[in-house]
């Protein structure tokens, strides 16, 4: 196994899972043009460096909502871990604890958010939540989600309905094998479907609000117009992204996206952005033009399906490393030191 890049770790996990499965983590709504528009948004932008400005220590942990990271690189929630390790979620909260990061839980985990706790004590761990139409049911989620020391909850936002993903249709795969289940959705005696909800409004991220202390984190913000009434109903921070292109395909890339919204909310909240980052340049460009971190998702799971723990730790310790040699070449000591100024289009 090529453990040198996260392509090699991405090559060895489509040899290792189901065809069905491989798919359904690397697939994308419609034509996936999102999907690969994530990535290329990256490559067209170009570092400038500094020069003789040498530093012996360089700075790149941030806390973000309470909670430090000592890298600006999250793991994003991404669903069904247990499909691609038998370990799943808790496999994960292992290498990211030791990585000193934070990770973000799927509402959608194989694995309860309270074994996921315990898996990996003392972890920095966020939840992620879709408003369910039973608001009852969704402030139990939440509750277990703050009893099981959950530090925020990011709120996903973009799916009032399920993108339709065409890969998942040709595959037949509708749901998981029988031996698992998306834990997080028991209720007593049986596990409830995921219901997206149409209605879905600012209303509900004010009774969300009422349900909670728990910072609370929008996640698929895209418009600098909806940054701002993020902003009116109390958001604590928001995420670009539009869900990895698995979503409204044709979505423009999120790092295009991020210093408009950047701009919409003046410094008055942190800004994290998801979507195409697969390189420490990556994370640079992300930074350089305003985002507090960037947060990852395919790349944990191809790390889960080649290695278990082993390989979400080598994942994200590929990630800091070129972060950190990234940094060193550009001339600067701190993530906190970069600026738009150090990025341009080629």
């Known amino acids: 196994m090529d ?10 996990a489509r040899a290792r899972l189901e065809p069905a499965h491989y798919d359904y983590f690397a697939g994308g709504a419609g034509d996936e043009v999102t999907v690969r528009a994530n990535e290329a948004a990256f490559a067209r932008l170009a570092l400038v460096p500094r020069v003789l400005r040498g530093a012996a220590k360089l700075q790149t942990d941030v806390t ?4 430090r990271a000592a890298m600006p690189v999250l793991v994003a929630p991404t669903a069904f871990h247990r499909l691609a390790d038998p370990e799943g979620e808790r496999a994960t909260a292992r290498a990211v604890s030791a990585a000193e990061t934070i990770m973000i839980v799927s509402m959608a985990a194989t694995v309860a958010i309270e ?12 939840f992620q939540l879709y408003i369910q139409p039973d608001l009852a049911f969704t402030e139990k989620i939440v509750r277990r989600a703050a009893a099981a020391g959950c530090k925020a909850l990011v709120v996903t936002v973009d799916s009032p309905v399920l993108g339709r993903r065409e890969r998942d249709l040709r595959n037949g795969f509708h749901d998981l094998p029988e031996h698992l289940c998306c ?8 596990v409830r479907p995921i219901v997206m909800t149409p209605e879905l409004s600012w209303e509900h991220i004010d009774r969300l609000r009422e349900m909670t202390s728990l910072p609370i984190v ?23 992204s539009n869900h990895g292109g698995r979503q409204l395909d044709t979505a423009p890339a999120t790092i295009d996206l991020l210093p408009g919204v950047v701009a919409a909310v003046g410094g008055a909240m942190p800004v994290l952005l998801d979507g195409g980052v697969r390189r420490g340049t990556d994370v640079l460009k992300a930074l350089a033009l305003g985002a507090a971190a960037v947060a990852v998702g395919r790349p944990v799971i191809w790390g889960l399906a080649a290695d278990g723990e082993r390989g979400v730790s080598r994942v994200l310790g590929l990630l800091r490393a070129e972060i950190e040699h990234a940094l060193v070449l550009c001339g600067r000591a701190s993530i906190h030191e970069l600026g738009p100024d150090m990025v341009r289009p080629w």
């Open 183 to 190: 834990e997080n959705l028991r209720d007593g005696d049986r």
């Open 64 to 67: 973000l909502l309470g909670s």
């Open 218 to 240: 929008l996640k698929g913000i895209t418009h600098p117009a909806d940054a701002r009434l993020a902003l009116d109903h109390h958001a604590s921070a928001i995420m670009v």
């Open 115 to 126: 074994d996921v706790a315990a898996a990996a004590p003392g972890a920095e761990l966020w």
């Open 3 to 12: 453990q040198r890049t996260l392509r090699g770790f991405e090559a060895e």
